[in-house]
């Protein structure tokens, strides 16, 4: 018995997508209800050198967009990163959303042994498309889903774990 | 092209656990270096009603160990709650290795669709191995090692994006 790799990946940024859709809606409740300018939390920092919030989900949705890009053998596309309320965040998600529903699930199946060449930061680095994925990806796209989750917890934002992990596929019918 | 359920398991939970014995052994240099008392680190949290530095890594080590050993259909071994020093969470990582590095990859192999009983709070739910695997624990686990990761962030200590991925199996230097 086996797993393939969009099996490995495609459900799992789909799950995490969605959920960070709905932390997004829950934080933008809280701003209004509390009379919380949006830009604070937007622009909201765990430490002074760390990435603020937008930033976070900006790169947890380029992590699964690229990640899927390059196990498929497709161009990653290119997103700007303008985004300024929580709306144009969720459209950002939804978009990236959209994008892996085009994907080959057969092309990145046929990845696993593939030489993935990738930048990480000014390097460029390659490895096979499994670890790439186990290895390196997933460990990168769960750190800024969670760091963006950690700024609004931080922020007294009202969220729970069952909000971090959104809807569990797979739960057997009772 | 596929691959097995311990190779998307095992080598990634120690993977984690080796980087994240690492940041604890950073967070231990950094409280000598300037006289921080430990416990200021320990206990520290991101909000009041989050768990601390010390519970974020035993529950990271104790999702490690669980999904292996559920996986492995084994015992999972307790590995106490009782940490009080920076020496005792290192140690606690390395019986959470050991275990991880113990069980029977051949029978995390064969769990791809068996039901896997566990429980979440106070409810038993069931899920497919391999569900269980990417949809439960995966985030779950991830999101312990960051939230550990991010409380020594915000205390100052000095670490990078590296020390949380640790070395990741697989990459191809030149």
């Known amino acids: 018995m086996s797993l393939s790799l969009s099996h490995l990946s495609q459900p799992i940024f789909e799950q995490m997508l969605n959920s960070l859709s709905l932390v997004l809606d829950k934080a933008e409740e809280h701003a209004k209800a509390r009379k919380i300018d949006p830009s604070v939390l937007l622009n909201s920092r765990l430490y002074p050198d760390m990435f603020p919030f937008t930033r976070q989900v900006q790169i947890a949705c380029d992590f699964a967009k690229n990640t899927s890009s390059r196990l498929a053998g497709v161009d990653v596309p290119k997103y700007t990163d303008d985004e300024q309320s929580f709306a144009a965040l969720k459209e950002r998600i939804a978009k990236t959303l959209a994008f892996l529903k ?6 990145i ?44 917890r931080h922020n007294g934002v009202d969220i729970g774990k069952r909000d971090f992990l959104g809807t569990i596929p797979g739960f057997p019918k009772m | 092209m596929s691959f097995s359920l311990s190779q998307a398991c095992v080598p990634v939970i120690t993977q984690m656990l080796t980087s994240l014995r690492h940041v604890v052994d950073c967070a231990s240099k950094h409280c000598e270096e300037h006289k921080i008392d430990p416990n200021a680190i320990l206990t520290a949290r991101l909000f009041p ?40 969470l290192k140690a606690r990582i390395d019986r959470a290795l050991a275990f991880i590095g113990s069980v029977d990859t051949a029978a995390i192999d064969a769990s791809v669709d068996r039901v896997i009983t566990f429980t979440a709070g106070p409810n038993t739910r069931k899920l497919r191995g391999k569900d269980y695997l990417l949809h439960q624990s995966y985030p779950h686990f991830f999101f312990h090692c960051t939230t550990a990761y991010d409380i020594l962030r915000t205390n100052g200590v000095q670490l990078a994006k590296r020390d949380f991925m640790g070395l990741p199996p697989g990459l191809i230097t030149d």
Not at chain 1, 117 to 133: E, I, N, R, W
Not at chain 1, 138 to 146: D, E, I, L
Not at chain 2, 68 to 77: I, K, T
């Open chain 2, 49 to 88: 009603n989050m768990w601390a530095f010390t519970k974020q890594v035993q529950a990271a080590t104790t999702w490690g160990c669980n999904m292996a050993g559920r996986l492995a259909h084994v015992d999972v071994p307790s590995l106490g709650d009782d940490e009080k020093t920076f020496d005792d």
């Open chain 1, 109 to 152: 199946d046929n990845a696993v042994e593939r030489d993935i060449t990738f930048p990480v930061g000014p390097m460029s680095v390659t490895m096979k498309g499994q670890p790439y994925l186990l290895h390196f990806a997933m460990p990168n796209f769960y750190f800024h889903h969670s760091m963006a989750y950690a700024i609004l």
């Open chain 1, 102 to 107: 085009t994907l080959d699930h057969v092309a």
